[in-house]
């Protein structure tokens, strides 16, 4: 056995390892995530992947490592796409914020078990008809013209034909009762809106792996690393669904930066199908020779650049808006706030002290309200200007977590007049 085959079975061993642990968290406490917890979760999935990118590069194989880099970016950016029609599935069957997470989980777990099947299907496929390339790579060009010039994409709007159907034959109630998908009324078994959630964003995996596991043989043909791209790049998912949600719908040009690398992928798949060709009624049979060939440093350079191009420019849209609007619901960052000379937004208080970004406010037993910031410092919420910490506030706090300080609130707490008015 060779040590990549070694490596091959240790490391999915981890990642099972690593699926069930997840999934057992998601069942026993069905919670919704602070902002830190999500960041947490989603940097330690972005640490194992580079981890795992190291281990093959030690092992002495840098081109695959570099091929595992590429493809894991390249899926996780199209798994950006994924987190747009979640949100909308789960805002449209008014799925509790408690059961997300395990929606979510469900979710993703079939996701991998279809792109599984796909992978294995389709490595078969293009090592034996190289010519699919030229279909491959035609169809993602249409995705990508589709993404950046078509229509609003509706999916997840409005039931598919399968929940249509299941709707007409069978009974639902619109009642969630926690993860069971069927109950007993008066003797009459009904279905809950958790089947008819699952059966869509099972519907949707389908559809994006349809794009996605085209996409990633441009990069290998490797089933394991195939694989391990998209392994990597959903088990963060549900963890970047809490981290991102809000922000998601506000990063307007998103879609053409993932438009921009699924156009790219298609033409590297053609250049590669006329590079290998073999279709006798395409240059008498011959592979063609003058076809630039494209490296995987260049995809992972148009990928990078792609999304990186795509987010600032809307973050930089959101900001003109902001202003010419004044509507401070689409402002991203703290207003009149400091740029520190670490390249980090802080917000200052009275005493011209500067407080990290992210921002939390809590009710202390005196009964007063105080901010504490990313790094654990403390200060009471009445030392900093009004307007700032309020936009602050409500940009880096968890619903819940705002909502509590406004009940409090209004339960009549002796909170000093200033704070009462800041958040």
């Known amino acids: 056995m060779t040590t990549y085959q070694i490596f091959e079975i240790a490391s999915m061993a981890v990642l099972v390892a690593i699926l069930i642990f997840d999934l057992l968290i998601v069942v026993k406490r069905p919670h919704v995530p602070?902002?830190?917890e999500a960041t947490v979760w989603v940097g330690i999935y972005v640490s194992l992947a580079l981890v795992?990118?190291?281990v093959l590069w030690l092992i002495g194989d840098?081109?695959?490592?570099?091929?595992?880099?590429?493809?894991?970016?390249?899926?996780?950016?199209?798994?950006?796409?994924?987190?747009?029609?979640f949100i909308i599935i789960l805002s449209r069957f008014a799925v509790p914020k408690e059961m997300q997470q395990r929606v979510l989980m469900i979710g993703i777990l079939i996701a991998i078990v279809l792109r599984g099947i796909f992978i294995v299907v389709g490595v078969q496929l293009v090592e034996s008809l190289s010519w699919l390339f030229y279909i491959f790579g035609a169809y993602l060009v249409f995705v990508a013209?589709?993404?950046?010039?078509?229509?609003?994409?509706?999916a997840g709007e409005k039931d598919n034909f399968l929940i249509r159907a299941l709707k007409r034959r069978v009974n639902f109630t619109d009642r969630w009762v926690g993860g069971k998908t069927r109950i007993e009324i008066d003797g009459t078994r009904y279905f809950t809106p958790f089947l008819l959630?699952?059966?869509?964003?099972?519907?949707?995996?389908?559809l994006f792996a349809i794009d996605s596991i085209p996409a990633i043989f441009s990069i290998t043909t490797d089933p394991f690393l195939v694989f391990a791209c998209n392994i990597f790049a959903l088990m963060g998912l549900r963890q970047?669904?809490?981290?991102?949600?809000?922000?998601?719908d506000r990063l307007v040009y998103l879609h053409y930066g993932i438009a921009a690398i699924l156009g790219f992928i298609g033409v590297k798949l053609v250049f590669h199908a006329m590079e290998a060709n073999d279709l006798p009624f395409i240059n008498g049979g011959e592979p063609i020779t003058w076809v630039p060939h494209i490296e995987t440093w260049h995809s992972l350079l148009v990928i990078l650049v792609s999304m990186v191009v795509a987010t600032v420019a809307s973050l930089i849209k959101l900001r003109v808006d902001a202003k010419r609007t004044g509507d401070v619901s689409l402002h991203i960052g703290p207003a009149e706030a400091e740029l520190g000379a670490d390249g980090h937004y802080h917000i200052v208080d009275a005493m011209g002290t500067a407080f990290y970004r992210p921002l939390r406010v809590e009710h202390t037993d005196a009964g007063t309200l105080q901010?504490?910031?990313?790094?654990?410092?403390?200060?009471p919420a009445a030392d900093f200007a009004e307007d700032v910490l309020r936009e602050a506030a409500r940009e880096d706090m968890d619903p819940e977590d705002l909502d509590e300080v406004r009940r409090r609130l209004r339960e009549g707490r002796e909170f000093d007049e200033r704070g009462d008015r800041q958040v």
Not at 62 to 80: C, H, I, N, Q
Not at 371 to 379: C, F, I, P, S
């Open 145 to 154: 013209w589709k993404q950046a010039f078509g229509s609003e994409d509706e």
């Open 62 to 85: 840098g081109v695959k490592a570099g091929e595992f880099v590429t493809g894991w970016l390249l899926e996780y950016s199209l798994s950006v796409d994924n987190l747009f029609v």
């Open 240 to 248: 970047l669904y809490f981290l991102l949600g809000g922000l998601l």
């Open 52 to 54: 795992f990118a190291g």
């Open 34 to 36: 602070s902002m830190k």
């Open 371 to 379: 901010v504490v910031d990313a790094t654990g410092k403390e200060a």
């Open 197 to 206: 959630v699952i059966l869509a964003l099972g519907m949707t995996d389908l």
